[in-house]
């Protein structure tokens, strides 16, 4: 994608869609604001909202409005039909560079954006994922939860990736063993897990991995094939 070309996300741009979830943002879900990009009202106050997010008005720590202003970014983009342009609709200060970074978090999958509003992953994190595409952004992100890596690490990986090295590669380079999660079961499934383990000779993920492999394939799962973006 060249910064002349708009955002580019199948579902609608600006749609507060993780935002306006209590599921997600808890009460904050009042306050989600959503940007039409075919509506000239809207497409201003999505300038006016990048114009203070460049300004740094809205902080790192306040995942939910960094996510606002990705959208603004995105709807603005989509709006005026460029990244040069929705730059100089936002105003002196506001590069292009600044709107094309946040419009692709807003581009990220759902699953994603959701880890950034629940905090999981910071906006400045979810930055350097959104520069990866396809299985990717989902192996960066999830890593950087698992693996609870810092910005840097997730910046370092995403320019190894976006240079040849595949992500695992890329993972390993900085301590991050690629599908290594914790979980918590309960006390009865645990000893039950680790039994048929030993008494298979396999490691406990082995059954794991089984077993959740059924489970993604039994199209009578609710919400397996609910839409991501």
């Avoid at 749609?15 to 940007?35: I, K, L, N």
């Avoid at 983009?77 to 978090?105: P, T």
């Avoid at 509003?117 to 299985?135: D, E, F, M």
């Avoid at 645990?190 to 059924?214: H, K």
Wanted: hydrophobic share 40%; aromatic share 4%.
């Amino acid at each position: 994608m060249d910064e002349e070309s708009p955002a580019d996300r199948r579902s609608p741009v600006g749609e507060p869609v993780v935002r306006s979830d209590p599921a997600v943002t808890g009460e904050r879900a009042a306050e989600a604001v959503g940007f039409d990009p075919d509506d000239p009202d809207s497409v201003r106050e999505a300038a006016e909202t990048v114009r203070r997010f460049a300004a740094g008005e809205v902080g790192d720590d306040d995942h939910v409005l960094m996510l606002r202003g990705a959208a603004a970014c995105a709807a603005l983009v989509r709006g005026v039909g460029s990244y040069k342009m929705a730059a100089e609709r936002a105003g002196d200060g506001v590069s292009v560079s600044f709107i094309r970074k946040w419009a692709r978090v807003h581009d990220l999958p759902q699953a994603i954006r959701r880890q950034v509003a629940r905090g999981h992953i910071t906006p400045s994190a979810a930055k350097h994922v959104a520069r990866l595409g396809g299985t990717d952004r989902y192996q960066l992100a999830w890593a950087a939860i698992d693996g609870e890596m810092t910005v840097r690490e997730v910046r370092s990986v995403a320019s190894a990736v976006n240079d040849g090295t595949g992500v695992e590669s890329a993972l390993r380079e900085v301590g991050i063993e690629l599908g290594r999660i914790q979980v918590d079961l309960p006390p009865e499934t645990y000893v039950e897990l680790r039994r048929r383990a030993a008494m298979r000779n396999v490691e406990p993920g082995a059954i794991v991995s089984a077993a959740l492999d059924g489970y993604f394939s039994d199209t009578s799962v609710d919400d397996r094939l609910e839409p991501d973006r």
